[in-house]
């Protein structure tokens, strides 16, 4: 069984810094992480689910949603089976939960995810 588990959020005042991480554990050396492109979104309280970034397989694209504006990096190690987001320059508007799924995303590999609060 596949879990992600994300972690690094935090409370921070605008224009700070936060590093996500997405942990991933059950998968196999037939379906390994390494083969799967991944992503991170975000949700707001009483919104929908918002996509923010993705990366390819082996780590070398990546995509961002055009509010993102170059602040943050996606990432990935394979070796450790962690990907990554670092955020800067956060926004209030950056306030949400941040999850990692797969891309396309599966409905088994959603996990806790973790809060980002960002205060003006």
């Known amino acids: 069984e596949v879990q992600l588990v994300e972690s690094g959020g935090g409370s921070v005042q605008s224009g700070g810094s936060l590093r996500l991480s997405c942990k991933a554990s059950?998968?196999?050396?037939?379906?390994?992480?390494?083969?799967?492109?991944m992503c991170w979104v975000r949700q707001v309280p009483g919104a929908g689910l918002e996509w923010v970034s993705a990366?390819?397989?082996?780590?070398?694209?990546?995509e961002y949603a055009d509010f993102v504006e170059g602040r943050f990096t996606i990432s990935r190690d394979n070796a450790k089976n962690t990907m990554y987001l670092q955020m800067n320059g956060l926004k209030p508007e950056d306030t949400a939960v941040y999850y990692c799924?797969?891309?396309?995303?599966?409905?088994?590999?959603w996990g806790q995810g973790t809060q980002v609060t960002v205060s003006s």
């Open positions: 799924n797969a891309r396309p995303t599966r409905v088994d590999y």
């Open positions: 059950g998968f196999t050396s037939l379906f390994a992480f390494s083969d799967y492109a």
């Open positions: 990366i390819n397989a082996g780590g070398s694209s990546a």
